[in-house]
């Protein structure tokens, strides 16, 4: 394909154009969140040759999450999905998993990453929706501090409810019902922008994260686009629209190979339109890469494993937050992948015990040197 000019890319932005701006720790070439900097809007900038930068007064202390709020059902398989599938023979699929682990968990993207921001004492607001038997889950998510004034009640739904199976090699396959998330509205942004550090647009109604992703550029919000397995959902051209201007794209392996199907873009694509691109290899580690380097962050060992659900939400929780604390990318990496290894270790998606000074400790031992100061 032609790539189109920087110039021109510039002149066709409406937003944070590129993401490549000098903060404090000059270690993290695309923080976006250090205090005292902000991106000017890319209609104001005069030097292509390079961004400048604006100096404001830090007024943003909130994240807020968009995504899905859900009931998880979680199923474990001793053996392996792959074994009870003829790949020769995909058009006559027929298959079932007897599976001796059921349980019901609380969930959903947005309800996960901001109780792991909770976790890590961050003020967070959460946008989606629940159903008619909601009320508890609010009532959970309040009690844990957590803002849920952009969460709306659907009384003639359900709660969207995922059934989650996971085999012996970590490898899923999920069944969602989307139920109230079927109707929901974006937050409205325009009324809370000057509170909001960051937006995290999860997975949810393929509408409302479309909404929102427009709304975060209108009103110039950064925002991190999270697709997940609705990747397949959205039209190449609303994915690209999605993924320009965004500060970052989080997926996970098998996402990120789907994604760049759909967008019929490169890796290199990817980045003339995003920040930077992370991508999470499960007991891997994440590979971050940027326009001049490839970061990979190892995986923090952990004492057991029980299920692997909702490390993904833990690490995108621990990784933002590194990064509005002004840490560099490898830094930031590694507090998402030290508190993602404690959820791997508890049935469910939501951490009820956790201590930061264990963090801490986890951390150390694994890379050899304390992770900055949370506070």
Same mark, same amino acid.
């Not at 998993?97 to 609380?106: C, E, I, P």
């Not at 051209?237 to 789907?258: K, P």
């Not at 939400?313 to 990496?333: M, P």
């Given at each position: 394909? #032609? ?56 007024? *943003? ?39 001796? %682990? ?22 967070? *607001? ?43 090699? #970590? ?5 969602? %019902?989307?139920? @109230? ?28 994260? *479309? ?6 550029? #209108? %009103? ?51 980045? #003339? %339109?995003? $920040?930077?691109?992370?991508? !999470?290899? $499960? ?15 190892? @995986? ?8 692997? !659900? ?38 469910? !998606? ?26």
């Amino acid at each position: 394909m #032609e790539r189109m000019e920087k110039s021109e890319r510039i002149e066709r932005r409406s937003l944070y154009s590129i993401i490549m701006i000098f903060p404090f720790n000059r270690l993290n070439p695309l923080n976006p969140f250090h205090p005292s900097y902000c991106l000017k809007r890319a209609s104001d900038v005069q030097d292509l040759g390079i961004y400048n930068l604006t100096m404001y007064p830090y007024r *943003m202390s909130t994240f807020l999450v968009s995504g899905s709020i859900a009931y998880d059902m979680l199923l474990s398989y001793d053996g392996s999905f792959a074994e009870g599938i003829d790949t020769d023979n995909l058009e006559n699929l027929s298959v079932a998993y007897v599976t001796r %682990h059921l349980a019901k968990h609380y969930g959903g993207t947005a309800a996960n990453i901001a109780w792991n921001f909770k976790l890590l004492n961050q003020d967070v *607001m959460v946008a989606g929706s629940v159903g008619k038997d909601g009320d508890e889950y609010i009532d959970r998510l309040k009690g844990k501090d957590i803002n849920v004034s952009c969460i709306t009640q659907k009384h003639e739904h359900v709660t969207p409810t995922a059934i989650i199976g996971t085999d012996s090699n #970590e490898r899923q396959i999920t069944f969602f %019902h989307p139920g @109230a998330d079927l109707e929901t509205e974006p937050p409205a942004l325009e009324a809370i922008k000057d509170k909001l550090s960051y937006v995290l647009v999860s997975p949810h109604s393929t509408t409302s994260m *479309m909404q929102t992703v427009s709304l975060c550029q #209108e %009103h110039e919000i950064p925002y991190v686009f999270d697709p997940g397995q609705q990747i397949l959902q959205f039209s190449r051209d609303d994915l690209r629209r999605m993924v320009d201007g965004s500060n970052s794209v989080i997926v996970n392996s098998y996402e990120w190979t789907m994604l760049c199907d759909s967008l019929e873009w490169t890796q290199s694509d990817v980045l #003339e %339109h995003a $920040g930077f691109i992370v991508v !999470t290899h $499960g007991e891997h580690g994440v590979g971050i890469q940027t326009q001049d380097e490839s970061i990979v962050v190892e @995986a923090v060992p952990t004492k057991k494993l029980v299920n692997p !659900t909702g490390a993904g939400d833990a690490f995108r929780a621990g990784f933002v937050t590194g990064l509005s604390k002004g840490w560099d990318i490898k830094e930031a990496g590694r507090l998402g992948a030290t508190i993602a290894s404690f959820v791997v270790e508890c049935e469910g !998606t939501q951490l009820e015990e956790f201590l930061l000074d264990d963090l801490y400790e986890r951390a150390e031992k694994t890379y050899g040197q304390k992770l900055s100061s949370l506070s």
